[in-house]
């Protein structure tokens, strides 16, 4: 590795499993300290211990990052462990796949919740401290569904079109602080949640079949390309990209 987020603090919530837990252990053999942050502990301990074992530094907290109190808790004691965090990486999030029609008003709420609600707290809880440090850089995981709509899917792409648009918000404001955030965002992917989204899709009749995806981005993205893609944002090879989206799909959104 080339020690690309040297002296880095890094948080990756979600970051236990998935495309969250490949870009724990990229960000951490970059040599960044890695706090991952997930409602899931067992995991979450599994990760940690495995980037321990490779020679890395990473500590868990488990918070639900929907809930304000939870998540400033995670955030303090990361902060308290290895200091003001300068890389973020808001990766929590999940789907929602059923017609529109039987949505239900609790399910539209919950997904976002967990799906921006958690972005701003995390952001704000992290902020200050990032500031106070001089700057840092912010990642936060959008998705082709932000520009690209998939029926059955009409909650999660709203989701994701507001998280499109925290990004450049974000990016804006804090500029002038030397703060960059910037959103990453893929095609289907090869994780738990991907192949639940291609297997929900298929079941209402949506076509998402190994036919479909080969002609829409050519095969299944593997997490790690995303962990790639995520490492780049948030290193500071990236440092005058801000405000941007980028797209690990293959030419998906470009067909």
């Given at each position: 590795m080339t020690?690309?987020?040297s002296g880095k603090i890094a948080i990756v919530s979600g970051g236990a499993t998935g495309m969250g837990g490949a870009a724990s252990k990229l960000f951490a053999a970059e040599g960044a300290k890695v706090a991952i942050i997930d409602r899931n502990a067992e995991a979450s301990a599994a990760t940690v211990a495995e980037i321990q074992a490779a020679g890395g530094v990473a500590m868990f907290a488990t918070a639900d990052v929907s809930k304000a109190s939870e998540v400033n808790a995670a955030v303090a004691g990361v902060e308290k462990a290895f200091g003001p965090v300068t890389v973020l990486f808001n990766h929590a999030g999940t789907i929602v796949i059923k017609p529109f029609l039987e949505t239900t008003e609790e399910e539209w709420d919950w997904l976002h919740d967990v799906n921006v609600?958690?972005?701003?707290?995390?952001?704000k809880a992290v902020l200050p401290g990032m500031i106070a440090a001089g700057g840092g850089s912010i990642v936060c995981t959008s998705s082709i569904s932000a520009v690209a709509a998939t029926p059955m899917e009409v909650l999660y792409d709203t989701t994701k079109g507001a998280v499109h648009m925290f990004a450049r918000a974000i990016a804006v404001e804090f500029r002038d602080r030397n703060i960059r955030c910037n959103a990453v965002c893929p095609g289907f992917v090869r994780t738990p949640h991907g192949l639940r989204?291609?297997?929900d899709l298929q079941a209402l009749g949506v076509d998402v079949s190994e036919a479909a995806l080969a002609a829409q981005q050519g095969r299944i993205c593997e997490p790690e390309e995303v962990a790639r893609a995520a490492l780049f944002l948030a290193s500071d090879d990236a440092s005058f990209v801000n405000g941007t989206h980028l797209f690990v799909d293959n030419g998906f959104t470009a067909l």
């Open positions: 020690g690309r987020l609600k958690s972005m701003f707290l995390m952001t989204e291609v297997k």
